[in-house]
């Protein structure tokens, strides 16, 4: 499964993955990159973009959603709660919602959601074979922040104790919405806030 990483501007940085289906199906989690890059990056793996999947709804995370959406159609998956008309949460239109542990299909490729809030109330994990993209809930050694609107310490602690019961392999890739890769056996090993 092709599995492609581009970054946001400064200074955010933001990561941005986008995956490519055997049938040609474009996948795009967490539309950070420039609309340009991901248009690019498709049309030269012959790729259309299907399915656009937010972890949250901050502005750093759907920097070219507009873009993308309005260029073609595509369906695209956020939580309710993180939809606004704000700085922070500016995606104010209309998306899918997920289901605790349901699955989004993708031509061969089965996308499983959690809900994790914390960073925002509307926060989620999306599990694809050994990838997990976390979005700000996990960072390598590190987690997201909560002292911004939406933001709840008690409900990311229970969300991190969440992800360690996940019933995945030590070897299952970690893919943050910031900062470096890792997996989930380094995280539970390593990072301290994984601990808790």
Same mark, same amino acid.
């Given at each position: +499964?092709? =599995?492609?990483?581009?970054?946001?501007? #400064?200074?955010?940085?933001?990561?941005?993955?986008?995956?490519?289906?055997?049938?040609?199906?474009?996948?795009?989690?967490?539309?950070?990159?420039?609309?340009?890059?991901?248009?690019?990056?498709?049309?030269?793996?012959?790729?259309?973009?299907?399915?656009?999947?937010?972890?949250?709804?901050?502005?750093?995370? =759907?920097?070219?959603?507009?873009?993308?959406?309005? #260029?073609?159609?595509?369906?695209?998956? +956020?939580?309710?709660?993180? #939809?606004?008309?704000?700085?922070?949460?500016?995606?104010?239109?209309?998306?899918?919602?997920?289901?605790?542990?349901?699955?989004?299909?993708?031509?061969?490729?089965?996308?499983?959601?959690?809900?994790?809030?914390?960073?925002?109330?509307? !926060?989620?994990?999306?599990?694809?074979?050994?990838?997990?993209?976390?979005?700000?809930?996990?960072? #390598?050694? !590190?987690?997201?922040?909560?002292?911004?609107?939406?933001?709840?310490?008690?409900?990311?602690?229970? !969300?991190?104790?969440?992800?360690?019961?996940?019933?995945?392999?030590?070897?299952?890739? =970690?893919?943050?919405?910031?900062?470096?890769?890792?997996?989930?056996?380094?995280?539970?090993?390593?990072?301290?806030?994984?601990?808790?």
């Amino acid at each position: +499964m092709p =599995v492609y990483h581009l970054t946001g501007p #400064a200074p955010y940085f933001t990561n941005c993955f986008v995956l490519v289906t055997e049938g040609g199906s474009g996948v795009v989690v967490d539309p950070a990159a420039p609309p340009e890059q991901i248009e690019e990056l498709l049309q030269k793996h012959g790729a259309k973009l299907t399915h656009i999947l937010l972890t949250h709804g901050h502005f750093d995370h =759907v920097y070219s959603l507009g873009a993308l959406c309005g #260029a073609q159609p595509c369906q695209v998956y +956020m939580d309710p709660a993180d #939809a606004g008309d704000t700085p922070l949460y500016p995606v104010d239109l209309p998306t899918l919602p997920y289901a605790e542990g349901g699955r989004i299909q993708v031509d061969e490729l089965t996308f499983t959601a959690w809900h994790t809030p914390g960073h925002t109330p509307g !926060s989620w994990l999306l599990g694809c074979e050994d990838l997990l993209f976390c979005g700000d809930t996990l960072f #390598a050694g !590190s987690v997201g922040r909560t002292d911004l609107a939406g933001g709840d310490a008690d409900a990311q602690r229970a !969300s991190l104790a969440k992800i360690r019961a996940l019933p995945l392999a030590e070897e299952t890739r =970690v893919l943050p919405g910031h900062g470096p890769f890792s997996t989930l056996g380094e995280e539970k090993d390593t990072n301290p806030y994984l601990a808790l």
